[in-house]
């Protein structure tokens, strides 16, 4: 399971690659997690209830909702990606997209830390957003205080 992160904020890569991603839920974490797969070269599909889609490649609809994701071509993804703003709603869509898509590899930003361990029992990969912001930080501030 993965609670920590590694942080990147190398710029677009020019290695495109075979893997398509689909992101359920925008907001600005979603929304970052796209446009850095896209940076690194993947296809990206967004799919959110707000989503803009003069800003990054997808469908405006509710991502708990097959019909939506089958417009989103999920089957075709290799890796989806829940970003949704509730862990409860996270871990629902997780569930509908692994037990009516066959999406094997789902990964799930986690908001509380203490839930890392019930997505994962439901075999989804969870990835810890408190954890890995705070890793961030303190990385941030120790550079900081080396180059100071």
Excluded: K, Q, W
Aim: a negative charge; aromatic letters at 2%; charged letters at 25%.
């Amino acid at each position: 399971m993965r609670r920590h992160s590694t942080v990147s904020t190398s710029e677009e890569s020019t290695t495109g690659t075979d893997d398509e991603y689909v992101v359920l839920g925008g907001g600005h974490v979603g929304s970052e997690v796209a446009r850095r797969l896209r940076a690194a070269g993947n296809a990206v599909t967004v799919v959110d209830e707000a989503h803009d889609p003069t800003d990054l490649p997808g469908i405006r609809g509710n991502p708990a909702d097959h019909r939506t994701l089958e417009r989103a071509g999920i089957t075709d993804a290799t890796t989806v990606v829940v970003a949704m703003p509730d862990d409860a709603r996270s871990l629902l869509v997780a569930g509908l997209v692994r037990a009516h898509f066959g999406v094997t590899d789902v990964r799930v930003l986690v908001r509380t830390p203490d839930r890392c361990d019930l997505v994962a029992e439901a075999g989804h990969e969870p990835i810890c957003v408190t954890t890995a912001l705070s890793d961030a930080v303190v990385a941030d501030l120790e550079r900081l205080r080396e180059v100071a």
